[in-house]
């Protein structure tokens, strides 16, 4: 009898221990993971949802932009996400409902399809709710599977989605919108360099008249060169955006290509935070009002400046 309860007592911790591996496993096993086919197939039903609202308005015009021929990450996608929730919230505005808050990822090198995924799902929340408050009661038909996605291929649809997110919102998007995440590129920017212990010695350029956005596109790309070269310093991957810089004369740049490259560069501009182990997450955009195109460049020129500064990363 002795022996039994000796033996037994040292059998417990053991049934315990397999009893918590069985727990673990199971959890692990319930984790799913999420490829850009299922994320581009949440893309198609916000588009349903958009498509719904088009009809709702009587808005009969329809936006199919030619699709971007790149090697995009997912990082990009979540950017372009934003882009889009950006959308949705003047969509609330002008309908007379509160502002909500979009808030950043905290910095990666490497974003997963998952994150993407999460995204979409925000997104049509946000589309349900306003269809709720705008009484429209038409539902769209159950998701379709696809096979083969790519990340761009996300983009792609969320980039249209964002275009057509401007008929419902009868504006392009403005430079107010553009200015507010040009300035998270600079708050970021000065974090990088109080954490490099550089002191910013810059000042802002002069402001420049009569800006069109091809302007506002080309300094924008001037910013992603100056990404890149740092990027390059620390061995992290660069993506060719030469897709989006529209080099042609005969190409019209709207301000929805400034917004595009303004948003890629600050998801970049997290993997240098990221491979500078700063875990700070950039604030969310604050409310401008009254700016120009002008007043974008200015800032993009002068943040370019700042990164300037950097001459290696140690």
Do not use: C
Request: glycine share 2%; hydrophobic share 45%; net charge positive.
């Amino acid at each position: 009898m002795l022996h039994l309860r000796m033996y037994l007592k040292q059998l417990v911790p053991s049934v315990i221990l397999f009893f918590l591996f069985a727990v673990v496993s199971t959890v692990q096993a319930k984790m799913i993971s999420i490829n850009p086919s299922q994320a581009y197939a949440e893309a198609v039903q916000i588009e349903k949802e958009i498509n719904l609202m088009l009809r709702h308005f009587k808005i009969a015009k329809k936006i199919n932009p030619k699709p971007f021929k790149a090697k995009l990450l997912p990082r990009h996608v979540y950017e372009k996400a934003y882009d889009v929730l950006t959308k949705v919230q003047i969509l609330r505005q002008n309908n007379g409902f509160s502002r909500f808050t979009i808030i950043s990822l905290e910095p990666k090198i490497s974003v997963d399809s998952e994150l993407v995924y999460e995204q979409t799902q925000r997104i049509l929340t946000e589309l349900r709710i306003i269809k709720t408050r705008l009484g429209i009661s038409a539902k769209i038909t159950p998701p379709t599977t696809f096979s083969g996605k790519r990340p761009v291929d996300v983009f792609n649809k969320l980039h249209q989605i964002s275009l057509n997110l401007e008929l419902l919102n009868d504006e392009e998007i403005s430079p107010n919108h553009v200015f507010a995440v040009v300035m998270k590129i600079d708050e970021d920017i000065n974090t990088i360099l109080q954490h490099l212990h550089i002191d910013d010695t810059t000042f802002p350029p002069a402001k420049i008249k009569n800006v069109r956005p091809a302007d506002s596109l080309v300094t924008t790309f001037a910013l992603m060169h100056e990404i890149q070269r740092l990027q390059r310093l620390v061995g992290i991957f660069r993506t060719d955006f030469a897709a989006f810089s529209k080099k042609n004369s005969n190409v019209q740049v709207y301000p929805s290509d400034v917004f595009n490259m303004v948003g890629m560069s600050f998801a970049e501009l997290q993997t240098i935070k990221a491979n500078l182990a700063i875990k700070s997450i950039a604030s969310p955009a604050e409310r401008y009002e009254g700016k120009k195109a002008a007043d974008v460049q200015q800032l993009l020129r002068w943040v370019t400046r700042k990164l300037r500064l950097i001459e290696q990363i140690l």
